[in-house]
């Protein structure tokens, strides 16, 4: 049962364009929602998170939205550079549930030059 | 910088081995995790320790166990490996129980 549902699977951005990857959760429990960004040959490293307390985070080109009644939540990421190409995976957890990150099933992202 | 060292990059098996995947941290984390992360699936919890010599279930630990004799070393063992446990496995920590994970390279098993 996967309780983040994320979208979509692979993307294509042009250099400078603006990349915008979905997820969608089930929990209603879930506090907190970080984004991993993972290279090729490397593990996931966090690349941005926040909590439902606002419905936007910006962190340089990366911006996430929040919408808790639809219980949805974006990355935007502004300006894509070929270097942001990577995975991206976005994650949910309930913080007093000790952990239990449940993560999407991730985007490829690839930015054109 | 945290540094979590899975010691085994790539590795291959034959069916009904018993194979050991460690793990290694420097940052004194209490946390320590087992994921698998398989195409269109994303990440998922295997095993995790909250202290040396405890663990917990994860979302899918049938067919693997996990040891934890010290705080640093989290090691997970595929007692008789399958095909279907062919994938990349990930371990991570994290400083507390809420917060950011600390990912290894990956551990890349192929059962044959």
């Known amino acids: 049962q996967q309780q983040v549902k994320q979208s979509p699977q692979s993307l294509i951005v042009q250099k400078g364009g603006i990349s915008i990857i979905n997820c969608a959760y089930e929990n209603t429990a879930f506090d907190y929602f970080p984004w991993y960004q993972q290279f090729p040959g490397k593990g996931p490293a966090l690349l941005i998170a926040i909590r439902p307390d606002v419905s936007e985070k910006k962190e340089g080109r990366f911006t996430i939205s929040f919408n808790k009644s639809a219980k949805q939540f974006s990355l935007h990421i502004m300006d894509s550079q070929p270097g942001d190409s990577a995975t991206y995976f976005c994650?949910?957890?309930?913080?007093?549930?000790?952990?239990?990150?449940?993560f999407g099933e991730g985007t490829q992202l690839t930015v054109n030059p | 910088d945290v540094k979590v060292t899975q010691s085994s990059r790539y590795l291959v098996k034959r069916t009904g081995e018993k194979v050991f995947l460690e793990c290694v941290q420097d940052m004194d984390h209490e946390n320590m995790f087992w994921y698998r992360q398989d195409p269109g699936l994303g990440l998922r919890l295997i095993y995790f320790s909250y202290d040396v010599k405890m663990k917990e279930k994860g979302d899918i630990p049938e067919g693997y166990s996990v040891s934890r004799e010290k705080k640093e070393r989290f090691s997970l063992i595929l007692e008789s490996a399958s095909t279907n446990q062919t994938s990349m496995y990930l371990c991570?920590?994290?400083?507390?129980?809420?917060?950011?994970?600390?990912f290894g390279e990956g551990s890349r098993l192929t059962v044959l």
């Open positions: 991570a920590t994290m400083w507390d129980r809420a917060g950011e994970l600390f």
């Open positions: 994650a949910a957890d309930k913080e007093t549930s000790g952990s239990r990150l449940t």
